[in-house]
């Protein structure tokens, strides 16, 4: 029992007219249930300061951008050529005003390429999720990995272009119709071009900021 409470049950005895008595417990009632709230509101206090702010910003960063990547290595790659290529910014900006959603991961495509657009996508209401697969394992040169960064961008801005396309099924189809090549595989003079773009842009950037 507090020393509030004491003294007013002290008062309690004193006063020993009903109607007081009654102002009173409800004055301690008030008390306790005070009591009460505050140490509810402390156990639903916030974790602290930094640790939301942090949260908050990772928050917004997945929300803002569309084209995203869980390794380490690949998310400041992307970063570094939305920097240094107008090209790659052009290119990731139409992503980011498209319903597309691109995973950039690494990993192998097999058959020896070195970089890949998965046949693959997976639609969640209105977003159309793409996966970009990037050999990083046998590759240490950052140039070629964001050159590929490009090209195969330039491919999902090509897909995502086309409304019409939903799933695995009429992504391969559209590439057959759209990017045949003699081999098993599908390209376009556009994404060819825009890895080159790319690579050029960065290296001419590498370059004027060694001078
Ligand atoms: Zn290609």
């Given at each position: 029992m507090g020393a509030y409470t004491a003294q007013r049950s002290v008062m309690e005895h004193l006063h020993a007219n009903s109607l007081h008595m009654l102002e009173v417990r409800k004055v301690l009632r008030g008390v306790a249930q005070e009591k009460k709230d505050r140490r509810r509101t402390e156990k639903q206090r916030p974790p602290t300061l930094t640790s939301s702010i942090a949260k908050v910003a990772w928050e917004e960063s997945t929300v803002r951008s569309?084209?995203?990547?869980?390794d380490s290595r690949l998310a400041g790659l992307i970063e570094q050529a939305t920097l240094g290529s107008a090209t790659f910014r052009h290119l990731s900006a139409t992503v980011e005003e498209s319903n597309g959603i691109v995973y950039v991961e690494p990993g192998s495509c097999g058959?020896?390429?070195?970089a890949c657009l998965k046949i693959w996508m997976q639609v969640s209401g209105d977003t159309r999720f793409l996966r970009i697969v990037i050999d990083t394992a046998n590759r240490a040169n950052d140039l070629e990995i964001m050159r590929s960064l490009g090209h195969e961008l330039q491919h999902v801005v090509e897909l995502l272009?086309?409304?019409?396309?939903?799933d695995g099924p009429t992504m391969f189809n559209y590439m057959k119709r759209m990017a045949p090549t003699d081999s098993n595989r599908f390209e376009t003079t556009a994404a060819v071009n825009a890895g080159n773009a790319v690579y050029d842009e960065l290296r001419e950037a590498a370059r004027r900021n060694r001078r």
């Open positions: 569309r084209l995203r990547s869980t058959h020896g390429v070195r272009g086309d409304p019409t396309i939903k």
